[in-house]
Nanobody, 115 residues
Framework: QVQLVESGGGLVQPGGSLRLSCAASRSIVSIYAMGWYRQAPGKQRELVAS??????GYADSVKGRFTISRDNAKNTVNLQMNSLKPEDTAVYYCKAVESATRVSWGQGTQVTVSS
């Protein structure tokens, strides 16, 4: 299974921006889908954005503010987050779906939106 390492989290003021990156241990060309999830304290993990070779999708709460991109040459998936809100505060996880039985998660990166 591919190993995933997230980076780019941190503390940002409301209205600010962050760019998260997920680096894969090998080529992601053959990986069917990759995505970003988040989990806030006391809440279930939720899908934020996902991307395949041909399309991307977003949770309603982040549409128009977040952009997911996939760089097959660098084996990375990025999440550009703009106009951040306090409710975006969570641990953000990267996920790779190679097949129904081969799913990998990263260790997570903390994003805190606070003044």
């Amino acid at each position: 299974q591919v190993q995933l390492v997230e980076s780019g989290g941190g503390l940002v003021q409301p209205g600010g921006s962050l760019r998260l990156s997920c680096a894969a241990s090998r080529s992601i060309v053959s990986i069917y889908a990759m995505g970003w999830y988040r989990q806030a304290p006391g809440k279930q993990r939720e899908l934020v954005a996902s991307i395949t070779s041909g399309s991307s999708g977003y949770a309603d709460s982040v549409k128009g503010r977040f952009t997911i991109s996939r760089d097959n040459a660098k084996n990375t998936v990025n999440l550009q987050m703009n106009s951040l809100k306090p409710e975006d505060t969570a641990v953000y996880y990267c996920k790779a779906v190679e097949s129904a039985t081969r799913v990998s998660w990263g260790q997570g990166t903390q994003v805190t939106v606070s003044s």
